[in-house]
């Protein structure tokens, strides 16, 4: 298996401009898991799906934010607008189980808002 | 939510030197995991350990559930371990991994 795929790999934007992640999870996998890691907070859950359905968003930072996982084997992390503050590296993670089983992390999505 | 603390922050060792990594946590543990993120940014698997031990060539891994630490073992580094190394864990009532601070470890030639 190919791991998880996320594109693209770095982004760099303007303030106010609208940014779409990728995600493709590792085929078989029920769980999605999206993550952002900063200096100052370190890696944090925004929110998972399990058999593409979002079961907990409690970590998504605000309004601006959303994610979708229309099909079992892609995932979008979307920012509208987008903020300097947001400047980070977004990782998608996929699991066979919930809780009881590895987390694979993608190569994480290294964005950047001037 | 659940607390996880990396103990120590940074290390910094000589090619070929053992080293032990601590992660302290809160409460008990559905799920542990110790990951390595390399320069690159890559983060890595290295163990899924919520109890018992495990080992993966120079690299082991013990957790004590009842007493709420897991321990890392690197032993004979090599330059190619410097990174830094997160614990992760969830709880049976949050799924949701809480990674700790990490420790990052430097190893030179």
């Known amino acids: 298996d190919a791991g998880v795929i996320q594109s693209p790999r770095h982004e760099v934007t303007e303030m106010g401009q609208e940014v779409t992640l990728r995600c493709k999870p590792i085929?078989?996998?029920?769980?999605l898991f999206w993550y952002r890691q900063t200096m100052m907070r370190g890696l944090e859950l925004l929110i998972y799906?399990?058999?593409?359905?979002?079961?907990?968003d409690s970590g998504m930072p605000e309004d601006r934010f959303s994610a979708k996982m229309p099909n079992a084997s892609f995932s979008t992390l979307k920012i509208q607008p987008s903020e300097p503050r947001d400047s980070a590296v977004y990782f998608c993670?996929?699991?066979?189980?919930?809780?009881?089983?590895?987390?694979?992390f993608g190569p994480g999505t290294r964005l950047t808002v001037l | 939510g659940i607390q996880v603390e990396q103990s120590p922050p940074d290390l910094i060792l000589q090619e070929g030197a053992n080293s032990t990594l601590r992660c302290n946590f809160s409460?008990?543990?559905?799920?542990l995991q110790w990951f390595h993120q390399n320069p690159w940014g890559q983060l890595i698997n290295l163990f899924y350990?919520?109890?018992g031990t495990k080992q993966n060539g120079r690299l082991s891994a013990t957790t004590v559930a009842t007493e709420r630490y897991s321990l890392l073992y690197i032993s004979s580094s090599q330059t190619t371990d410097s990174g830094v190394y997160f614990c992760?864990?969830?709880?049976?009532?949050?799924?949701?991994?809480?990674f700790g601070a990490g420790t990052t470890v430097t190893v030179r030639a």
């Open positions: 350990i919520p109890s």
């Open positions: 992760a864990v969830d709880s049976p009532n949050d799924y949701k991994l809480s």
């Open positions: 799906f399990n058999n593409n359905v979002p079961i907990d």
């Open positions: 993670a996929s699991s066979y189980n919930r809780g009881a089983d590895t987390q694979y």
């Open positions: 085929s078989g996998h029920d769980y």
């Open positions: 409460d008990s543990v559905n799920n």
